[in-house]
């Protein structure tokens, strides 16, 4: 039976990941963090037979054990200060977890292999916000970086370590350069799950309007649980490599809001929005569009969930969700 651990196991990528791997036959683990995580519950709900361990990004020996522990045949990277926002305000809080903490993994992955490079395969979730001012459209694997946010900096730094490991220690260690994914599993600080929360409860009467940000931003906005498949296709390929996913389509914060007004019978959502500075963010990426012909061609991956059956899942889900109470 394979086995694989997977760091970030408690966000909304790690739990579709670990459905997959389960699915799969795989053995898995995962990492949490913290002595009384909240989100604990949620994973032993939805993933029961996940085993989990303690440990933090930050805290090498923590993932030694753990990957004692677990003697997996692949580890998943998904742990990080996700929130492009939160970055600004907890710059070294960000740089410490989601840039020396892939440097943290690394090291412990290759510390616990020795000699034997072979016996795990690595796992690096790379951003699109590593993009940033973008240099030229669509993105692809070759496309100058230019990040623009604590966070997007630090995913450069994380990219870039995990490719060095690959060329320094022969270590199969991929990198995805993932475009923005969402699902009703998405936290609700991201605007997309902002937007359907929203939408549910003002259509259920129990909230008169939203305060949003830049509403003029794009993104390539594609299903999480299809972009965890092309996370598991890079660690079956011969060689370690890096690949761009993505939809190829990208929408403004107002198309999302359209179609999500829309589904619930709205038509005119502007006396629902309002905007708000604090939203506003110090720099923004204006615009993301990848080119995920690699990941096609290598991989033979591609989206399966459209835009709009995206923007249709999350309303949907919320609106169940207020029902009930949840
Ligand atoms: P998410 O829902 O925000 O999950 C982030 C995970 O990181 C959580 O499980 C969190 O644990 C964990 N974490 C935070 N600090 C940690 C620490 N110090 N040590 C160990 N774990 C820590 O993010 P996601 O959307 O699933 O994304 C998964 C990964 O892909 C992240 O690295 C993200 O940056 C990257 N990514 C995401 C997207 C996207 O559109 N979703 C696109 C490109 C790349 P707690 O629950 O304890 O906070
Ligand atoms: O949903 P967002 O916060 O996602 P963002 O910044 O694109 O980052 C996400 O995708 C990255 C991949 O490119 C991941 F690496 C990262 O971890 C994260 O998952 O914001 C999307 C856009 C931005 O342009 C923002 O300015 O929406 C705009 N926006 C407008 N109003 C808002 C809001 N964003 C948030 N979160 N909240 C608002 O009220």
């Known amino acids: 039976m394979p086995s694989a651990l997977i760091t970030g196991i408690t966000g909304q990528d790690g739990l579709y990941l670990a459905e997959l791997l389960l699915a ?55 742990g990080a200060v996700s929130f ?23 090291e412990a992955v290759r510390l616990h292999v020795g000699s034997d490079v072979d016996r795990v395969r690595f796992y690096q979730a790379s951003s699109s916000e590593m993009f940033g001012k973008v240099q030229e459209t669509p993105q692809h694997e ?10 997007g900096v630090a995913k450069v730094y994380g990219h870039h370590m995990t490719i060095n490991y690959r060329e320094s220690y022969g270590m199969h260690a991929s990198s995805g350069i993932l475009f923005n994914h969402e699902s009703p599993r998405r936290g609700p600080e991201f605007v997309t799950r902002k937007i359907s929360q929203a939408v549910a409860r003002i259509s259920l009467g129990l909230q008169d309007h939203v305060l949003l940000g830049n509403l003029d931003a794009r ?72 080119d995920a012909g690699k990941a096609r061609d290598v991989l033979g991956w591609k989206p399966r969930v459209s835009f709009p059956e995206l923007v249709a899942m999350m309303v949907e889900a919320d609106l169940e969700a207020t029902r009930q109470g949840w």
């Open 84 to 106: 492009v926002a939160y970055s600004w305000e907890n710059a070294h809080l960000t740089t410490d977890v989601t840039a020396t903490g892939v440097l943290n993994l690394l």
């Open 24 to 78: 799969k036959g795989y053995d898995v683990h995962g990492l949490v963090r913290g002595q009384n995580n909240p989100k604990r519950d949620l994973v032993t709900d939805l993933v029961p037979d996940v085993q989990l361990h303690f440990g933090d990004l930050t805290d090498m020996s923590s993932l030694i054990r753990a990957l004692r522990e677990s003697d997996p045949d692949e580890v998943y990277n998904l």
């Open 219 to 290: 993104r390539d906005w594609g299903f999480a649980g299809d972009y965890v498949e092309a996370m598991w296709l890079m660690l079956q390929q011969p060689q370690a490599d890096d690949y761009v996913v993505a939809t190829g389509e990208t929408h403004s914060i107002r198309d999302f809001l359209d179609l999500a007004f829309a589904h619930v019978g709205i038509e005119d959502w502007t006396p629902l929005v309002r905007q708000d500075e604090r939203f506003m963010r110090p720099a923004e990426v204006d615009v993301l569009l990848g």
């Open 142 to 151: 070759g496309t100058l970086l230019w990040p623009r946010s604590p966070y």
